[in-house]
């Protein structure tokens, strides 16, 4: 957990401190000093726009990171129990088994289109956009890892003995459950941030101007060609933002 | 086999219906777009009338099955064409994307899986870096950066597969990941311990023991990436300017051309379908332990 409270740290010190650390308003447009290669002034040189770069991704972590953190984590939360309930109970299965195989069959972007079409386009319609479509598959994933550990002898002498199935679930499948929750978590919060993206590359993903790692990218990708600069660094720190979530979150696990 | 046809079934009208029902959510329709600012406001009134837009929304969806169950699937709110006919015009173009890619992805998948969990050393830790960066990087990213530094050879028909191998590279990350992983697992159980402990050579205790069972999981993955691939066309699509059936379904939610949109999913829908049904019978027939599991299952 050490690892985890470190990287939290770090991240949010950098988050917070957006506004002192970015050079310029991230708003902020300047025509005459467009696609601005790097130098002393502009670190990450300049978009479409003559909006600095660096300014843009260090104010754009909140959003993106807050939107990708926050489904991400609701998502796992209602995917855990929904799962559970599913593999506990035959009744919830035959009830909501055939609606969530059904949602899986649909394109997750079309359930995040036709969301966002509804709601109108902003924060909390977006990261529900990206929750709904994910619910299905968290507890699908949580029911097949249910599957081998309901297996053990364990637990069926102690649904033998008379312990009630919430029971079970709580004190036998949950502590077995528990690693693969947390290796999963990673695995949900890059899905999340990629797929928060992608919505921004439709056109979807955010408000107009407010700074946001993919609708970077996706401003990005008219002027990619001559200025590499404006999608390497969100890119870069999207990457980087998931392999160091999921490396804390696995080597916690190694070292027991 | 019949309870598992009547839920296929069961599970195919759910997502149409879920469709039909989602895309009357959004307030407007594609005629009102169409006669916006016209000086005629009947006109608009008698085309949704034509189109048998100005019936309740339940007697569209009958009308809507009943055509579906006559192999209909209407006509474009947007052109006026047959939806079949513009189906089949961009149909070709993303099943060979996805096909190309998904060879591409199986056998980058199996071989990287087959080091990462059965190999030693550092060609191990190769194998298992190149899952976990193809697992972190978004696809879309490497498309672009792809797009950046091999540009000119996009342009070029000799290499018009390049975009299913950079798409089969992230692909091949996740099979490549399971398979792995389901390596290890049955790496360390008994009967390959006994299977080595009697002299067999290390191709034999693979061939022979090892490679069956760990190929389940790998077989539903495989299934489940198809699918992804399948849906995943409209960011790919954007990205490589292939006008296939990504661009078609983005287009026609946005513009709520309800026909066109139903006809993308009753295909997308029964491919799934029928992928995850596949892969049920291969891992049926592969891993006979999960057999007795299975039908347990099915009569609780």
Redesign the interface.
């Known amino acids: 957990m050490r690892r985890l409270m470190f990287l939290l740290t770090v991240c949010m010190t950098l988050i917070l401190l957006a506004p002192r650390l970015a050079p310029f308003d991230p708003m902020r447009t300047d025509t005459t000093s467009a696609l601005h290669p790097p130098d002393a002034l502009h670190l990450l040189g300049t978009d479409h726009l003559g909006r600095d770069v660096l300014s843009r991704v260090l104010y754009g972590s909140q959003r993106t990171l807050f939107v990708a953190g926050s489904a991400a984590t609701t998502a796992l939360l209602i995917g855990v129990l929904l799962g559970m309930a599913l593999s506990g109970w035959p009744v919830v299965r035959r009830l909501l088994m055939p609606l969530i195989t059904a949602l899986l069959a649909l394109p997750s972007l079309l359930l995040a289109l036709v969301l966002l079409t509804v709601w109108g386009q902003s924060l909390a319609p977006l990261i529900a956009a990206l929750i709904v479509p994910q619910v299905p598959v968290v507890a699908q994933t949580i029911q097949s890892a249910i599957r081998p550990l309901a297996a053990a002898d364990y637990v069926t002498a102690s649904r033998s003995s008379g312990a009630a199935r919430h029971q079970v679930l709580r004190w036998h499948i949950w502590p077995n459950l528990m690693p693969f929750v947390q290796r999963y978590a990673g695995i949900l919060f890059s899905q999340m941030l990629f797929q928060a993206g992608a919505l921004s590359l439709l056109g979807l993903g955010g408000e107009v101007g407010i700074p946001d790692w993919g609708a970077m990218l996706a401003d990005g990708r008219q002027s990619f060609l001559y200025a590499p600069w404006t999608v390497l660094a969100p890119g870069l720190l999207m990457v980087g933002c998931v392999v160091g979530v999921n490396w804390v979150l696995n080597r916690d696990q190694n070292r027991g | 086999m019949i309870p598992r046809l009547a839920?296929t079934l069961?599970?195919?009208w759910?997502?149409l219906t879920?469709?039909f029902v989602?895309?009357r959510?959004?307030?407007g329709d594609a005629i009102a777009a169409q006669f916006e600012g016209s000086a005629n406001p009947q006109a608009a009134e008698l085309k949704r009338a034509a189109l048998g837009l100005d019936q309740t929304p339940l007697m569209q969806y009958v009308s809507y099955w009943a055509g579906l169950l006559r192999g209909d699937f209407g006509v474009s709110l947007a052109s006026g064409l047959p939806v079949t006919e513009i189906l089949a015009q961009r149909w070709p173009s993303t099943l060979l994307l996805t096909g190309s890619s998904m060879v591409f992805a199986v056998v980058l998948g199996a071989s990287m899986g087959m080091i990462a969990g059965w190999g030693k050393g550092w060609t191990a830790r190769l194998a298992a870096l190149y899952s976990?960066l193809a697992?972190?990087?978004?696809s879309?990213?490497t498309a672009?950066?792809a797009?950046?530094l091999l540009?000119r050879w996009f342009a070029n028909p000799a290499y018009s597969l390049l975009p299913a191998a950079i798409i089969g590279i992230h692909s091949g990350g996740v099979i490549a990941q399971v398979f792995g992983a389901s390596l290890r697992d049955i790496r360390t159980a008994d009967y390959i311990r006994v299977a080595h402990a009697k002299g067999l050579s290390q191709r034999a205790v693979l061939g022979r023991h090892a490679l069956r069972p760990a190929l389940a999981p790998v077989v539903m993955v495989i299934a489940l990436q198809t699918?992804y691939l399948?849906?995943?066309t409209?960011?790919t699509e954007?990205?490589f300017q292939r006008a296939g059936v990504g661009l078609l379904?983005?287009d026609a939610?946005?513009g709520q051309d309800y026909p066109v949109?139903q006809g993308i999913?009753v295909i997308?829908?029964v491919l799934?379908?029928m992928l995850t049904f596949a892969a049920e019978m291969c891992v049926w027939w592969l891993d006979p332990r999960v057999r007795d599991?299975s039908w347990a299952d099915a009569a609780?």
């Open positions: 839920a069961l599970t195919v759910l997502a879920l469709t989602l895309l959510l959004v307030p976990a697992l972190s990087i978004p879309y990213w672009t950066l797009l950046l540009g699918g399948m849906s995943g409209i960011i954007m990205i379904l983005r939610v946005l949109v999913i997308l829908t799934y379908v599991l609780a």
